[in-house]
């Protein structure tokens, strides 16, 4: 069995952000060189997610505004967690959109539904982010 790790680096230019990472997924796929196996992906940090989904702007502005009402970011006191943060809101966010994803992968490639894509979700962003790939099979 083979086993590929690669590390990608996200930054956003904003607190919250949804970032279509398939292109780069596809990549690391091809780098591997595996054919038959599976693919996982999870962000290395508890206030940013990895989760499949439409990449379509109007699914993307419903997540924002339900993970606002679910989690308000603001008022920052309204939680235990902000004393030295501000970002209990981005931990709870996260919680809820998940940790990672796992892909099957067919003949070389991502062995995806109909329109399913790969997004990086940062909650509490503007700054260096990393996303794991990790690919075994052969
Ligand atoms: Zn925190």
């Given at each position: 069995m083979k086993s590929f790790r690669k590390e990608l680096h996200v930054h956003t230019k904003t607190r919250r952000g949804m970032v279509n990472i398939t292109p780069q997924i596809n990549a690391a796929l091809t780098e591997s060189g595996i054919r038959e196996g599976l693919c996982l992906v999870n962000a290395m940090h508890i206030t940013a997610s990895v989760f499949i989904n439409d990449d379509e702007s109007g699914l993307h502005r419903d997540f924002e505004r339900w993970l606002e009402k679910l989690?308000?970011?603001?008022?920052?006191?309204?939680?235990?967690?902000?004393?030295?943060?501000?970002?209990a809101d981005a931990h709870l966010k996260r919680t809820v959109m998940g940790r990672e994803v796992v892909v099957a992968v067919t003949n070389g490639q991502l062995?995806?539904?109909?329109w399913e894509q790969i997004f990086y979700g940062e909650f509490d962003g503007m700054r260096d982010k990393r996303v794991l790939v990790k690919i075994v099979g052969e």
């Open positions: 989690a308000p970011e603001k008022p920052h006191n309204q939680y235990n967690h902000n004393g030295y943060e501000d970002n062995d995806f539904g109909t």
